[in-house]
């Protein structure tokens, strides 16, 4: 058998070392490294998004998910892998590993809670994944993109308009959305701003988790606690509507007010053309913008950190307008 030189041996070492760091820079990316600083990878002739739901159980999110199936109908090149967490946490932690390890373009998600999914959508990131976080937010800045209204600037518009209603005092009802998710704390934040110092006070506070059914049934508590209440202010439309219900059926609901947020046309400013709500703050699901920025970000463009949606209030005296914007 013949022995190669030492320095030949040295010499290929050298070579194959220089090769791999080569091809390793042109295929590695730098853990939070903004995505659009180069384009994405074209699977085949498509990009496979995936879009983790944090679940359907919410007309809203329904309408969420359709809006970004139908903006990204528009583009051949894009396919759109949805699943629903089914509001389980763990799931949908699963199912963004899920994501990460089938390889996908680039991940949309909705949050559940922020602090339990901020680690699978860091890991995403640092595994060359791309990020957008689309309504609700994570803790720190491991994304790509987060797109969404100012809940609190919301709370703090629906609580103004509320004082203003009820000529500063009255006893309200406050129905919140999930408090381990940002937007419940931050709409949830912005009301008791708005309020502090006025003679509105909140008798009653439960976390009716953004159901319906949790809503209605936390009002019917509320109303065999208390006998006067002037108005119910839920953190989405869904559990203004299940207040409103339950006190339609103890034959209360003419007492008082009920206000929600999401504002969608076929729900919450239909409720307020039928007069079961006295406004609404829209929620825009930014299911369009998604798809927008999302095909920025494979292009090789560069995108914000944040985008920041508009909001509107609906009331029978705005609604035939086109409502309100909030400045």
Known sequence: MRLIPATTLLWLASGCAALLALTSGCS??????????????KAKDHYVIGMSQCNLGEPWRVVMNANIKAAADKHPELK???????????????????????????????PKEA?????????????GIPVIVLDRRLLGDQYTCFIG?????????????????????????????LMTSTP??????GFREAIAGTGIDVIFEADMKWLEPNARTEMESALARF???DLVYAHNDPGAHGAYLAAQAAGRDKQMLFVGIDGL??????YVRQGILSATFEYPTGGGEAIDTALKILHGEKVPKEIVLGSRLFTKDTIDHGGEALR
């Open 149 to 177: 209204a100012d809940n609190k600037k919301i709370g703090h518009a629906a609580g103004q308009w509320i004082v203003k209603q009820l000529g500063g005092k009255g006893k309200v009802v406050e129905l919140e959305g």
């Open 227 to 229: 006998d006067k209440i």
């Open 184 to 189: 419940g704390q931050d709409r949830h934040a």
């Open 80 to 110: 759109v892998v949805f699943k629903d967490a089914q509001n389980d946490t763990l799931q949908q932690r699963a199912h963004i590993e899920e994501f990460v390890s089938a390889g996908v373009a680039l991940l949309i998600i909705s």
């Open 28 to 41: 590695r990316s730098t853990p939070g490294e903004p995505a659009g600083a180069a384009p994405v990878k």
């Open 265 to 270: 046309p076929s729900e919450g400013q239909a």
């Open 115 to 127: 602090q339990p999914l901020t680690e699978p959508v860091a890991k995403a990131m640092a595994a």
